[in-house]
């Protein structure tokens, strides 16, 4: 069964309401929701119809970074709950938002976890209620759980399923064999579409090798009209990129890459930078590569900067492996 990703997505990122009550006025206003959203989306009060305001604030203790923060120094994160709750009353704040982090709260399918992290969420919920500040949710956030560290690798739905497209294991030419593939229906001139592999624990037990292999070998092909340009980024443990270009057709090929064919570049940052404004690549700015701290593999292609104009975009990566002479 084929399950459309993108209307599930819109569905889930409707507002989940608990302090919140809002509901598209169709004629009648339900009394009983606090607030409703008028034919123009402008938030009103249910009891005069006055547009709504709210001073809010995004707060993600029993999420993420923020958790383990709080982890790290020991702190009793149902006591800092407490105390940050109290202080937001007191400063006038009287809405509270966020993006859940489902990544930590659901397994594979979507199936709600009961641990740690949806405990203290609900516990959050709870206090803010006892505040009586306002609570907006999104129930899907499309991304780790990182920032400003590393993802750690968890089962979430959202970990595994795009909004509306992306990543995808598919049936290659063979019998035995399976790509990676990502895919867009509308990539603009200079945009990027990519992923990047943490492969540092490929390479543990066999560090003592690496000098001796020579090059990359990536087994690949684009289902694209027309031959496409992929960049294959090596990047180490100190944020060092070295990359370089291979272009692809509609056939399975064995590409060789010398090692010494790579040149310094900037990598991505993932997960996205936080607000928008802030850069979406990174690049050292001293210091060089060294493939014995190799940390993550990064495949980005880019659009049809030539041309200027939306195209379809895809490529698919069977498989990209060190060898030696």
Same mark, same amino acid.
């Given at each position: ?18 302090? $919140?009550?809002?509901?598209? /006025?169709?004629?009648?206003? /339900? ?19 006055? &547009?709504?305001?709210? $001073? ?70 709870? /206090?803010?209620? &006892? ?10 956030? $499309? ?22 497209? =992306? ?43 690496? *000098? ?49 064919? $790579? ?11 936080? *607000?928008?404004?802030? *850069? ?15 940390? &993550?593999?990064?495949?980005? =292609?880019?659009? *049809?900067?030539?041309? =200027? ?17």
């Amino acid at each position: 069964m084929k399950v459309n990703y993108k209307a599930l997505f819109i569905g889930l990122f409707l507002w989940s309401v608990l302090g $919140f009550q809002a509901q598209a /006025q169709t004629g009648k206003t /339900q009394q009983k929701n606090f607030i409703y959203i008028d034919k123009k989306g402008i938030i009103r009060y249910s009891s005069n119809h006055q &547009k709504a305001y709210f $001073f809010g604030v995004n707060y993600t203790v029993p999420f993420a970074y923020g958790y383990r923060s709080h982890k790290a120094l020991g702190i009793n994160l149902e006591k800092a709950i407490d105390e940050d709750v109290y202080h937001l009353s007191r400063m006038g704040i009287n809405a509270f938002r966020l993006h859940v982090w489902d990544t930590e709260i659901t397994d594979s399918v979507g199936n709600l976890l009961q641990n740690e992290h949806l405990r203290l969420f609900d516990y959050l919920l709870n /206090q803010l209620e &006892k505040r009586h500040i306002k609570i907006l949710f999104t129930p899907l956030a $499309f991304w780790g759980n990182g920032y400003p560290e590393k993802d750690e690798q968890t089962a979430g739905f959202s970990g595994i399923y795009s909004r509306t497209e =992306g990543p995808e294991l598919v049936a290659g030419e063979k019998t035995d064999q399976v790509s990676f593939k990502i895919s867009t229906q509308n990539l603009g001139d200079k945009q990027s579409i990519g992923w990047q592999l943490f492969v540092a624990d490929k390479l543990r037990g066999r560090l003592a090798e690496l *000098p001796a292999f020579t090059k990359i070998v990536v087994c690949a092909r684009t289902t694209s009209t027309q031959p496409v340009k992929i960049r294959i980024s090596l990047i180490d443990a100190g944020a060092f990129s070295n990359a370089s270009f291979i272009t692809l057709d509609q056939q399975f090929r064995n590409i060789e890459i010398p090692l010494n064919k $790579f040149s310094p570049d900037s990598s991505l940052l993932l997960p996205r930078p936080y *607000p928008g404004f802030l *850069p979406l690549w990174f690049k050292a700015a001293a210091g060089k590569f060294k493939l014995d701290q190799l940390d &993550k593999l990064e495949v980005i =292609g880019t659009g *049809p900067s030539a041309t =200027g104009q939306n195209q379809p975009y895809s490529f698919e990566i069977e498989s990209i492996l060190l060898k030696k002479d």
